[in-house]
């Protein structure tokens, strides 16, 4: 039913940006979160933002200030711009839809060179 595919990652130098999209397709009943997770080689995913659907945002310490999540409802998208970006940034970010059912995108690969 719900699908989630991601777009706009690549290979940055640091300092550089990037703005990932998260296009869905099929309905999400109820309410729910969307957020971008990442998961870097030898680590545990784990969450870089999320945006409730009354539009509260949350972020991880590590991306504060660099990082921002938003979301368009008419094209059914969620963004995540991601400025002065360092190496430690470098993972597969994968975007997710949290509510009555857990959706997950395919990935996109952010990788940031030094």
């Not at 640091?14 to 099929?26: F, I, M």
């Not at 945006?51 to 991306?63: E, F, P």
């Not at 008419?74 to 949290?98: F, G």
């Amino acid at each position: 039913q719900v699908q989630l595919v991601e777009s706009g990652g690549g290979l940055v130098q640091a300092g550089g940006s990037l703005r990932l999209s998260c296009a869905r397709s099929g309905s999400i009943f109820g309410t729910n979160v969307m957020g971008w997770y990442r998961q870097a080689p030898g680590k545990q995913r784990e969450l870089v933002a999320s945006i409730t659907s009354g539009g509260r945002t949350n972020y991880a310490d590590s991306v504060k200030g660099r990082f921002t999540i938003s979301t368009d409802n008419a094209k059914n998208t969620v963004y995540l711009q991601m400025n002065s970006l360092k190496p430690e940034d470098t993972a597969v970010y994968y975007c997710r839809s949290t509510g009555l059912k857990d959706y997950w995108g395919q990935g996109t690969q952010v990788t940031v060179s030094s």
